[in-house]
């Protein structure tokens, strides 16, 4: 075994080359089948890649039942009327646009994500217990554009989330209202 010292001249190199061949080992980009692991979108997933698509498509499920359970409970228990702020209504109006949006991307980003698995030819599959086969068979083209818009919602959901929270402590902080309070439940009233 060869010693490896950290400030020798080429070892952030030399380390790169073998995190490099790891994952290089992890994915085989051949669209074709590979004996370790199952095909997606062109990738032969083994070891983390597999468990790391695994836990997205897990978690793109996840969102969706919860986003479900949130709506159902806004409608049976809407908020508090908005509370005044310095900027009036016209803060009012970019809440309301924000939160629809917000939930618009919730449900757009992992339905879309969806789109991409079907498009890819793969069975979708359910937290491990079931796999819904694909309706379509394999389309690499709308399959990558589907990807791309997946991941702009994606984006678009991250960057609206931060505003979203950064809102929230605006309110709290600097407005000093109960924008906060009135999110928790019993009592928001």
Same mark, same amino acid.
């Given at each position: ?38 095909? #997606? ?36 228990? *809407?908020?508090?009327? *908005?509370?005044?702020? *310095? ?6 109006? =970019? ?5 629809? &949006?917000?939930? $618009? #991307?919730?449900? &757009? ?9 079907? &498009? ?28 791309? =818009? ?8 991250? /960057? ?7 809102? $929230? ?15 928790? *439940?019993? /009592?928001?009233?």
């Amino acid at each position: 075994m060869r010693e490896i010292k950290i400030d020798a001249p080429g070892a952030g190199a030399w380390i790169m080359e073998r995190v490099d061949g790891v994952f290089r080992d992890r994915v085989d980009h051949s669209f074709s089948s590979h004996e370790d692991g199952e095909i #997606l979108g062109g990738f032969a997933l083994t070891g983390y890649m597999g468990l790391a698509m695994s836990i997205h498509m897990a978690a793109g499920l996840t969102v969706i039942g919860l986003l479900a359970i949130r709506i159902v409970w806004r409608v049976t228990d *809407p908020p508090p009327p *908005p509370i005044a702020t *310095p900027l009036g209504n016209l803060l009012i109006s =970019i809440s309301k646009f924000a939160h629809f &949006a917000l939930y $618009a #991307l919730l449900a &757009a980003t992992p339905a879309v994500g969806i789109l991409v698995q079907f &498009a890819r030819g793969d069975a979708l599959p359910l937290y491990g217990l079931v796999e819904i086969a694909s309706p379509w068979v394999r389309d690499r083209a709308f399959a990558g554009s589907m990807k791309e =818009i997946h991941e702009t919602l994606a984006n678009l959901l991250m /960057i609206l989330a931060v505003v979203h929270a950064t809102a $929230a402590c605006v309110h709290h902080w600097i407005f000093r209202d109960r924008t906060l309070a009135r999110m928790l *439940p019993g /009592i928001a009233r």
